[in-house]
């Protein structure tokens, strides 16, 4: 770039504990982006290699560890992509289990992404710490309703952190029918607190900014899909999780080792709670579709600051199938299924907190891993998260330094990026180039 | 259900019992990352601590596992700590000792012991008796580990919390 012609650059470093994982860079010249990149560190081809000649069963424990905040999507993607080569089908009380599971992963994700990191945006505080202070009620009531996700996960995982009870067929072991009756006036007591949270998260002012997203989620014939489902959009796309590939491609972002993805010959597209909402709502538990009504709103959503009221809507949701589960489930006469071994390449695709999470895998007659693909749903969303920052950054570009950066972070944070092995707190700084035209 | 513990209330006039908790992070696919994990393994394998101490991996938690927190009286974390001096130098803090900051995450993925720290405080679960415990890494890339220098001093990192915790407890843990 020729510093003659008026390039400003701003640059958005995370500085984990390993620099340049991530940036997100912004080029401008005469007051107009010339050029945008957001690069976020990516593990999943590290664990693609280190996959690679471990057994089959190992897939799930070793992939929960990509990610601290959900483990279970990782578990269950990975456990269904094995399932599909062995063919071998998880129903009934074993079924219901994985969606208690699941149901817990995102009550504690959607509620810690929701209070102590997004509602900070929409209420002016430049920290969450010092939100806290001001609003306690609402800080306390999210970490207990947190709490009991945590319980749920450790309840049907065995441990709260990485699970370790979950298996390919199934489970090690699993509740009793009482233990599990046990749990209704919890949940019930976090269904009210979930109402709480909503009515809060309803009362905030979203910025106007809409775009025209092409919104990706799984879809299931009865339930608003989380285990699984067929892949659908906004746009068309209707196919088996199997032609995965077939509908979305990987590019290499120019100047950059990073890979994005996009739909074939169409570009950026959105997963995650808003895309759910916007595709599946017909699907919502009761409580939760009576509290959309409430939403002055109508659907489809296309403003991303939204995005919070999916996941408060999510959370609902979650807590009512947990108590759906609750209610029906009997203890299931063994923890799991097994078949013997056979080759082949089988496909996962669970609906993790962020959105949808790919998994493919190769094993041969040993069981053996040959190749394995995963695909989350942060990489999913960066090429769109970038089309957004395009839209924002003419405003940023004339703003004071701290305001620029918070307005960037707003817009990335919408998405929920999920950035777990980036160990580091971010130190965000932007840096202007001096205007030499 | 979570089993339940049932306690004997301390008798009159006695301080109340400790209630501490030991918590590892990192991610132990990122070489060094990983040391506050591998010291609480040792940690919790060298001795037959009382009921009292609680270990957990909490490995890449973020911001869930602050509830870990609540009703301790005493907090030790292990954890790999950025500071200006050789990998494997042992490094300790509490909250008294770190800078205030302003920045805030983009991800609840993102937690280190210090802001654990920082929000504990923030959220009054930050127990009196606490204490950030661990070593400068060499390397956090991509990988199984320890660094050499990390690995020769992952010793000291693990009798430096064993003699906080015997300080803690006021009695000296029997072998295991």
């Keep these: ?82 399932e599909n080569i062995l063919g071998l089908s998880v129903t009934g009380p074993l079924r219901d289990l994985r969606r208690m599971l699941y149901a817990g992963e995102w009550i504690e994700s959607h509620v810690l992404h929701i209070a102590m990191l997004h509602a900070p945006d929409f209420l002016g505080y430049q920290s969450a710490l010092e939100m806290a202070g001001d609003y306690r009620e609402q800080v306390e009531l999210s970490l207990r309703l947190k709490r009991l996700g945590n319980d749920l996960v450790t309840f049907v995982g065995g441990r709260e952190i990485h699970p370790i009870n979950v298996r390919v067929g199934g489970f090690y072991s699993v509740p009793r029918t009482e233990e599990m009756r046990a749990w209704k006036p919890r949940l019930e007591q976090g269904l009210e607190w979930a109402v709480a949270l909503f009515r809060w998260v309803m009362g905030f002012d979203f910025p106007d900014f809409e775009q025209d997203y092409e919104f990706v989620a799984l879809r299931h014939a009865e339930e608003y899909a989380i285990l699984e489902g067929r892949l659908v959009s906004s746009k068309g796309i209707d196919v088996a999780i199997e032609d995965f590939d077939q509908v979305f491609e990987e590019y290499q972002v120019p ?30 538990t009761p409580l939760a579709r009576e509290l959309l009504q409430e939403v002055p709103h109508p659907l ?33 006469e063994a923890p799991y299924r097994e078949v013997p071994v056979r080759a082949g390449t089988g496909h996962g695709c669970t609906e993790a907190p962020r959105g949808i999470l790919y998994h493919r895998y190769t094993i041969d007659g040993k069981g053996i891993i040959q190749d394995a693909r995963i695909v989350p749903p942060t990489t999913q969303n960066l090429h769109q998260m970038e089309q957004d920052l395009w839209q924002f950054a003419p405003q940023v570009l004339q703003l004071p330094k701290d305001r620029a950066t918070w307005l960037c972070e707003q817009a990335i944070r919408n998405y929920d990026p999920c950035i777990s092995c980036a160990t580091h707190f971010l130190k965000i700084h932007v840096e202007h180039e001096p205007d030499t035209a | 259900m979570n089993p339940t513990r049932h306690e004997a209330n301390p008798a009159p006039g006695e301080p109340p019992a400790p209630k501490v908790l030991v918590l590892g992070l990192g991610n132990r696919m990122r070489r060094d990352d990983g040391l506050g994990l591998l010291a609480l393994r040792r940690l919790r394998e060298r001795h037959a601590w009382p009921e009292a101490v609680t270990f957990v991996e909490g490995g890449t938690g973020g911001l869930a596992l602050l509830h870990l927190l609540e009703g301790k009286s005493h907090l030790l974390v292990l954890d790999a700590i950025q500071a200006p001096h050789p990998p494997g130098t042992l490094v300790q803090a509490t909250i008294q000792d770190l800078e205030p900051i302003q920045e805030r995450p983009l991800s609840v993925h993102q937690l280190t012991g210090e802001d654990l720290l920082r929000w504990a405080q923030a959220l009054d679960l930050l127990p009196r008796n606490h204490l950030l415990l661990g070593l400068v890494p060499a390397s956090v890339e991509m990988g199984e580990g320890l660094s050499p220098p990390v690995a020769a001093s992952l010793e000291n990192l693990v009798t430096a919390a064993t003699r906080i915790l015997e300080r803690w407890l006021a009695v000296p843990p029997k072998p295991a």
């Design chain 1, 255 to 284: 100047h950059s080792n990073a890979l994005h993805l996009r739909v074939r010959e169409r570009g950026a597209y959105m997963v995650g709670p808003l895309a759910r909402l916007n595709l599946n709502h017909d699907r919502l």
């Design chain 1, 1 to 82: 770039m020729n510093r003659s012609e008026g390039t400003r650059v701003i640059k958005v470093d995370y500085l984990a504990r390993v620099e340049g994982e991530g940036a997100l860079y912004i080029r401008a010249r005469r007051g107009r982006v010339v050029d945008l990149r957001l690069e976020i560190f990516e593990p999943p081809r590290f664990f693609e290699a280190f996959l690679r000649g471990r057994h089959y069963t190992e897939a799930p424990d070793i992939t929960a560890r990509i990610c601290g905040i959900c483990p279970v999507a990782y578990q269950m993607s990975a456990c269904q992509a094995m």
């Design chain 1, 300 to 332: 489809p959503w296309r403003n991303p600051f939204m995005s919070i009221l999916a996941r408060a809507i999510e959370v609902v949701h979650a807590l009512e199938v947990a108590l759906e589960v609750v209610e029906t489930y009997e203890t299931p």
